[in-house]
């Protein structure tokens, strides 16, 4: 993809939605630690009411030590491979409050020595709540990169690293929520809305989908 065509199409994504944030429901670093590790595997809309009850009462890895695991458990049952999920949030509590002071370390390192944390929830929590300008490449951007051609790889470290390249400084702030919300709404695994797609003329995709007949007709 042209250097001037991948400016236009950040450009578009820029206009449909200014000021991009995840979907995810949280109260600060931690919770937002919290929901993104809770994610893998899941949808935000299922963490979103899994975590409801529980950040109106644990904000805090301190508080998150009070809850327990089996009090955690409770809260996070719904969510797949909660079990797993519940013993790595607790020890990545310990670590905080014990190396950390209770904060959410601003750093990438410190970060994925968490347990439970990988490289995509420290790059989430990096750009969402310190602005860092990180991209979290997930299922949604790895398929929207290679689909268009804006960032083909093999890996999502292979998809990161050439997005870090081709993304303009003007845009690299919310890159990672265009793209991602792009996949989840428009550029969809199975069938892609090609028709209602804002940056279709830059993308590598054939055959492009066209609008439903249900649609036309309705039109």
Not at 27 to 41: C, E, G, H, M, R
Not at 55 to 76: C, D, N, W
Request: proline share 5%.
């Amino acid at each position: 993809m042209k250097k001037a065509d991948i400016y236009e199409l950040f450009h578009r994504l820029s206009e449909n939605n200014p000021e991009p944030e995840t979907e995810l429901n949280y109260v600060n670093p931690y919770t937002l630690l919290v929901a993104v590790a809770l994610s893998a595997q899941a949808t935000d809309i299922g963490v979103n009411k899994a975590t409801k009850k529980l950040f109106e009462q644990v904000t805090t890895p301190e508080q998150m030590l009070a809850l327990g695991e089996e009090g955690l458990k409770e809260h996070i049952k719904t969510v797949g491979l909660f079990n797993t999920k519940a013993k790595n949030v607790i020890k990545a509590a310990a670590m905080l409050a014990e190396e950390h002071g209770g904060e959410v370390p601003r750093n990438r390192e410190a970060l994925e020595r968490l347990p439970g944390v990988g490289r995509k929830t420290a790059n989430v929590v990096l750009n969402e709540a310190f602005g860092e300008h990180t991209i979290a490449v997930d299922t949604h951007i790895f398929r929207v990169s290679n689909r268009t051609g804006l960032a083909p790889g093999k890996t999502p470290l292979a998809v990161e690293q050439k997005l870090e390249k081709v993304t303009p400084d003007d845009f690299k702030r919310h890159a990672h929520h265009w793209i991602l919300l792009h996949g989840r709404y428009i550029c969809k695994a199975r069938t892609p809305e090609c028709w209602r797609c804002s940056i279709s003329e830059f993308c590598n995709f054939k055959p492009k989908t066209g609008e439903p007949a249900g649609k036309r007709k309705n039109a």
